[in-house]
């Protein structure tokens, strides 16, 4: 997978891992749907702390499994920099959640690394502290670096935040990085996720992190916005790749 030139990725997959069962299942949609790479998250940070947390490292074995049978690279989120080591073996892109962007001993740790890194934009940052946020892995030797927009917080409560496709439009114009956009969390629900998909292509992003679940209302974590078999098929089949 290259992200980014001429190349327009999707990386699709369930908010959490919530099974070997879940993981397999998915692998085998996401390559009859041609889709370029999974996301799936390990630890979560949920806002509510009774609210599921992830299965953690006991899947990691089975992550191991799971790309070697359907060879798609894996973009999960460390929410610890004590991740880094536990998930290097299995975890292709390192993904810095909205919460941790201004995490910067952890994103220091990132800069030592040679893998890539998306960098999700905090929901309350400007677009100059998430580039000060890249700058923190950049300035430890490590320039493989996605920017994520995944929506801000504005003063409509309408939608889950405010997707700033603006900001897509600037980076593109004033930097080198490559951009993607999560249409899921900013949407909040899932007849939303395709608009906004298309939008952020037209834009100009260089690719999408998508929530999908083969059965979106039995989800353990963001059922309401995670696109189904059906819409994954639409959003690959639309979005022109190579
Ligand atoms: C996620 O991608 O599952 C996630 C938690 O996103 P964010 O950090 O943008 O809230
Ligand atoms: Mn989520």
């Known amino acids: 997978m290259s992200v980014g030139g001429e190349n327009f990725s999707l990386v699709c997959g369930p908010c959490s891992i919530e099974s070997d069962k879940l993981l397999f299942e998915t692998g085998e949609i996401l390559k009859t749907a041609r889709i370029d790479a999974f996301r799936g998250g390990i630890h979560k940070l949920r806002t509510q702390p009774d609210s599921f947390q992830g299965l953690g490292v006991q899947i990691l074995e089975s992550l191991g499994e799971f790309k070697k049978k359907f060879k ?3 973009f999960s989120e460390i929410t610890d920099v004590r991740h880094i080591e536990m998930y290097a073996p299995v975890v292709d892109v390192f993904q ?18 040679k893998r890539p890194v998306l960098l999700k934009r905090a929901f309350s940052a400007t677009i100059k502290e998430w580039l000060s ?5 950049e300035k430890e030797g490590n320039e493989n670096i996605i920017l994520c927009e995944r929506g801000i917080r504005s003063f409509d409560p309408e939608l889950r935040s405010t997707l700033d496709l603006g900001s897509v439009a600037f980076l593109k114009a004033e930097t080198d990085y490559p951009v993607f956009v999560d249409p899921s969390h900013a949407a909040g629900r899932r007849d939303l996720v395709l608009p906004l998909s298309f939008a952020a292509h037209a834009v100009g992003a260089d690719g999408l992190l998508v929530e999908y679940h083969p059965r979106p209302d039995e989800a353990a974590s963001d059922g309401a916005q995670s696109i189904d078999t059906n819409q994954l098929q639409i959003l690959s089949s639309r979005l022109s790749r190579r």
């Open 133 to 137: 946020a890249a700058r923190y892995i």
């Open 72 to 74: 798609l690279p894996v």
């Open 96 to 113: 810095v959640g909205s919460r941790n962007m201004y995490n910067y001993p952890m994103l220091a740790e990132l800069g030592k690394l």
